[in-house]
T-cell receptor, first 115, second 116 residues
Framework: DAKTTQPTSMDCAEGRAANLPCNHS???????VYWYRQIHSQGPQYIIH???NNETNEMASLIITEDRKSSTLILPHATLRDTAVYYC????????????????FGKGTHLIIQP | GAVVSQHPSRVICKSGTSVKIECRSL??????MFWYRQFPKKSLMLMAT?????????EQGVEKDKFLINHASLTLSTLTVTSAHPEDSSFYIC????????????FGSGTRLTVV
């Protein structure tokens, strides 16, 4: 799996958009970008994933650059409950056996939402 | 959908005893489940891959005789920490992937193990 680089921590004001960057310059053509978050003392929670197109769901938006070397997770209106560690993970094609191995977690970004 | 239940959420045991942690996929069948360990302020580290009906695959440095994994059915995997020591105290998390869904991996809520 390609390596990812994320800032160690970020602050964001409540109600504002939180933009979390991730660099994955060695990503290969068939690898997806996954985002998970982990609230303190809980298991990781799936947020979103994408290949090359921007994606949006009820939780967040994922913007992937055209060269796919980086991406940004956007939480449009951050709340205090969004305080968590956010992990950007690059993974093989989930449609064709990419789920045979467990996920490799980096250190992630500790996002702190300030009231 | 894709819910993974993990029990217990918290356990305290005496040094030298064994502890069993259960991981169940509630609404899907998981041929493969994963076990992670997380120390304070650290990231999750994959310990082993649990395969239904066959032996688990352990990551380098993880003792298979100490961390026994059983995946006897398509909805249940268990991790038994044998002869637990204080250094085994950690947060253990399981994960499963529904092969018919593409929503990534679903994680359990974790088990906080404290060995005294």
């Amino acid at each position: 799996d390609a390596k990812t680089t994320q800032p160690t921590s970020m602050d964001c004001a409540e109600g504002r958009a939180a933009n979390l960057p991730c660099n994955h310059s060695t990503i290969s053509g068939n690898e997806y970008v996954y985002w998970y978050r982990q609230i303190h003392s809980q298991g990781p929670q799936y947020i979103i994933h994408g290949l090359k197109n921007n994606e949006t769901n009820e939780m967040a938006s994922l913007i992937i650059t055209e060269d796919r070397k980086s991406s940004t997770l956007i939480l449009p209106h951050a709340t205090l409950r969004d305080t968590a560690v956010y992990y950007c993970i690059v993974r093989g094609n989930p449609y064709s056996g990419g789920g045979a191995d467990g996920l490799t977690f980096g250190k992630g970004t500790h996002l702190i939402i300030q009231p | 959908g894709a819910v993974v239940s993990q029990h217990p959420s918290r356990v305290i045991c005496k040094s030298g005893t064994s502890v069993k942690i259960e991981c169940r996929s509630l609404d899907f069948q998981a041929t493969t489940m994963f076990w992670y360990r997380q120390f304070p302020k650290k990231s999750l580290m994959l310990m082993a891959t649990s395969n239904e009906g066959s032996k688990a695959t352990y990551e380098q440095g993880v003792e298979k005789d100490k961390f026994l994994i059983n995946h006897a059915s398509l909805t249940l995997s268990t991790l038994t920490v044998t002869s637990a020591h204080p250094e085994d105290s950690s947060f253990y998390i399981c994960s499963a992937r529904d092969p018919f869904r593409v929503l990534g991996y679903t994680f359990g809520s974790g088990t906080r193990l404290t060995v005294v």
